[in-house]
């Protein structure tokens, strides 16, 4: 039986997409908290204060990835089919996809900016919005958004923030 080659670069860009969007959670774990809240503290701390407008000063730093994701795909889109330029879509595919999630889960459901309270009816999403809170509260780790380590699922289960039906959903306290 022989395999399509179409079938085989399919399997390339969307196993590069899975393992891309994975490896952006430790990304920007990393970023969140060996830059964002040293070098860069004067812009994310607009995200960690109350404030009035619909923009914050920190969305700049959730859009630095955009126009690099948006190069890799189109790369990935009209370059001469070879191993690299599969891989290339898949990296672009995936951080967009880890885009889409931290937007939607992140800016949506934690902090209210979109509609997605709905996602409160399932477990995992109230535990990112408890472990989240502990950040914001603490100031501190977990910087990591949709992996909750144990550690930090015991100090959700410490604090007794996991919120079972009405959760606070904005989050303005300080560092
Ligand atoms: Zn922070
Ligand atoms: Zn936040």
Excluded at 55 to 67: F, G, I, Q, T
Aim: glycine share 8%; hydrophobic share 45%; proline share 5%.
């Amino acid at each position: 039986m022989t395999v399509e080659p179409s079938v085989i670069s399919t399997g390339i860009w969307l196993l590069t997409a899975l393992l891309t969007t994975l490896a952006m959670e430790g990304w920007a774990a990393l970023l969140h908290g060996r830059v964002w809240h040293r070098s860069l503290w004067k812009l994310h701390r607009s995200h960690h204060r109350a404030h009035a407008g619909a923009w914050e000063a920190n969305d700049a730093l959730s859009l630095l990835h955009v126009p690099i994701a948006v190069v890799l795909i189109v790369y990935g889109l009209r370059a001469t089919p070879s191993l690299t330029q599969e891989i290339t879509l898949g990296v672009g595919l995936g951080m967009t996809c880890f885009g889409g999630l931290y937007l939607l889960f992140h800016d949506g459901l934690v902090h209210g900016r979109l509609p997605m309270k709905w996602a409160l009816r399932f477990r995992i999403p109230r535990l990112w919005v408890a472990a989240h809170h502990l950040h914001h509260t603490g100031g501190r780790a977990p910087y990591g958004f949709f992996y909750v380590p144990k550690s930090v699922r015991d100090r959700v289960r410490e604090a007794q923030q996991i919120p079972v039906r009405s959760p606070r959903l904005t989050l303005t306290t300080t560092r």
